[in-house]
């Protein structure tokens, strides 16, 4: 169901320390393009050394001296900033379903995809439809793009690369 599609790629963005929950849903995407890939990541996370792999997607996501590459905020793609006005406009669209995003801003790339992932989940299909039309379409391929340019290892080339796929076999499926 494409519900989990996108909860899976909301643990892949917030982290290693949601490489079980990625794993929970793995068997559920075994066909697509993108689950040799995700396969990979968690055994990487698994077999790997944890805190190298953190600090890899740190650099690449959260912060990187001197200048953040790859920064997971739709405003900071759209507007050049962080905390933009899209975050007003997210908000008024999370409200209707009773959302106070917790864990990372409105317009982080793991909020956005659990957003969807809700969305969906409940049959909402053109509302889900809408979101990805006017939010993740219009900002997730530049930031895949920084991602294929800047990743920093194997780690976040992999996570630019499943959700390059992702997005993908998405675009191809909603425009049946």
Known sequence: MIWEEFKLFSYLFMGVKYN???KELLDKVKDRKYYENVKK???????GNKD????????????????????PYESWYRERT??????????????KYGIQPMKELPDHISTEMEFLAYVFYLGKEDEGKKFLVE???KWVP????DIEKYHYGEYTKLL?????LFLE???????K
């Open 20 to 22: 079980e929950k990625v």
């Open 41 to 47: 990541i968690t055994e990487m996370i698994d077999s």
């Open 135 to 137: 939010h993740i379409f």
């Open 142 to 145: 530049q930031f895949i793009n």
């Open 52 to 71: 190298q792999l953190a600090t890899e997607f740190t650099r690449c996501f959260i912060n990187d001296y001197k200048h953040l590459k790859c920064p």
């Open 169 to 175: 076999e998405l675009s191809l499926e909603l425009n």
């Open 160 to 164: 630019g690369n499943s959700l390059k």
């Open 82 to 95: 962080i905390y933009g006005k899209v975050v007003a406009e997210l908000y008024d669209i999370y409200s």
